[in-house]
């Protein structure tokens, strides 16, 4: 029975959550697992029901046996948290008819909602929050419901709770770790992405000093570090956490060749780039196309000047005379092509500016649609967390730009220019 399987999962990866290991700890215990899960099916009490969402035993146990949906069970947790955690809507909905009361916390201080977001459940979730549930409950560790999506990397349930509930995504728990902590430890790059374009602090230290970037950087999470490098700017880098690190020193500490070897090129790359205000760093923002055009320019100037009508030189037949000219327009029209290409939108994709005057006072200030399809069909790399658009496929972010480039192919160094979907049509 796939079922039978599904809970003994649960009962693993729940551990984490609820003993909260710290971001430091964070070992998997699964003491509970020890149970056989045939046994644990066949329990005959509501709790068990719940989890399964056999309704048939559900309702027998409570309405022939009498039953309580509203008591916890031996181990402190209530039937409808092990409904939720199984997204068993129907028997969520049938505890909650029968007085189990959606904002009741077990003894770590966590709620059926802390329990959906483990897999993600959001039709579950969806429920408890219609009926009353309390979105920004904080359990014993301070842990949210955003907490646990983000330690789970339960990207969509985040997406939802936050664009339709208002749940905070960017709150600390007890040791002062935000969900983008969790996501960074845990190295799910999607959640990641999300929280940044919700505007999640990337600079915030915990009780050990530590950012986001120092903990993927700690886990060794090579995506997770790239994505926050990507949406960051060169002091995150150089960040330092109680003693003194930074995260590139603690990626190289633990051994993670390939994230240190990163996070050292990535500081080098700022280092050069954005120095921006510095006169080395706006010439190379410029690129090649100024001198490129002044040079061409000059070349023909002298031409013009020292071979067509020199006055040293003797007269050129009216051929030749024409020809040269030719050449003269020829040049001419390269040069005013090649401006052109260089101030050409490359294909921009539009940002997305509120406009203080246009924006009437009831029209929501989310920067993010609640059923957007892209994000729906969790197409999560579509988020521009610098733009704060969802840009569309194919689409990529250029650093040189600071824009987001339909079809992007790469940023031309000689035209000065991005190279994407505009320029097949110039
Ligand atoms: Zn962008």
Request: hydrophobic share 40%.
């Amino acid at each position: 029975m796939s079922s039978e399987i599904e809970v003994v999962d649960e009962v693993e990866s729940r551990d984490p959550a609820i003993n909260g290991g710290g971001a430091a700890g964070g070992g998997v215990s699964g003491e509970a697992s020890g149970i056989g899960a045939a046994d644990e099916s066949l329990r005959n009490d509501v709790y068990t029901a719940a989890a399964y969402g056999d309704m048939e035993k559900l309702q027998r146990l409570v309405e022939f046996e009498g039953c309580s949906v509203s008591e916890p069970d031996g181990l402190g947790y209530y039937a409808l948290q092990w409904a939720a955690l199984n997204n068993r809507t129907a028997a969520a909905q049938y505890i909650i008819e029968r007085g189990g009361d959606v904002n009741s916390v077990d003894h770590t201080g966590q709620t059926a909602l802390h329990w959906s977001a483990v897999r993600g459940a959001i039709q579950v979730a969806e429920l408890l929050l219609q009926e009353g549930a309390r979105v920004n409950t904080a359990d014993m560790y301070g842990y949210q419901t955003t907490h646990v999506a983000a330690q789970y990397g339960q990207t969509a349930f985040l997406y939802h709770i936050v664009t339709k509930w208002n749940a905070d995504p960017d709150v600390p728990d007890n040791d002062g770790r935000s969900p983008l902590h969790w996501a960074a430890y845990k190295g799910f790059a999607d959640c990641i992405r999300l929280l940044l374009f919700l505007d999640a602090y990337k600079g915030r230290q915990d009780k050990e000093g530590c950012t986001p970037l120092h903990w993927a950087a700690i886990r060794g999470n090579l995506e997770a570090c790239t994505v926050l490098v990507q949406a960051g700017k060169k002091e995150d880098l150089m960040m330092t956490d109680n003693t003194g690190l930074t995260p590139a020193q603690l990626a190289s500490d633990k051994n993670h060749r390939q994230v240190a070897f990163f996070l050292g090129n990535a500081r080098r790359l700022l280092d050069k780039r954005c120095d921006g205000n510095s006169r080395l760093g706006q010439l190379s923002k410029l690129g090649l196309a100024p001198i490129l055009w002044c040079i061409i320019l000059l070349l023909l100037v002298t031409y013009i000047h020292s071979a067509i009508i020199a006055s040293e030189l003797p007269r050129l037949t009216a051929g030749f005379g024409l020809l040269a000219w030719f050449g003269v327009f020829l040049a001419s029209a390269g040069l005013v092509l090649f401006y052109k290409c260089s101030n050409k939108d490359p294909g921009f994709v539009r940002m997305n500016v509120h406009d203080p005057q246009s924006m009437k006072d009831e029209e929501p200030l989310l920067k993010i649609e609640i059923n957007n399809p892209a994000l729906l069909a969790g197409n999560w790399s579509q988020l521009c967390a610098t733009c704060k658009i969802v840009r569309p496929l194919r689409a990529k972010h250029c650093s040189t730009c600071d824009r987001c480039v339909e079809q992007f192919d790469h940023h031309c160094p000689w035209v000065s220019n991005c190279i994407g979907k505009a320029c097949t049509h110039l």
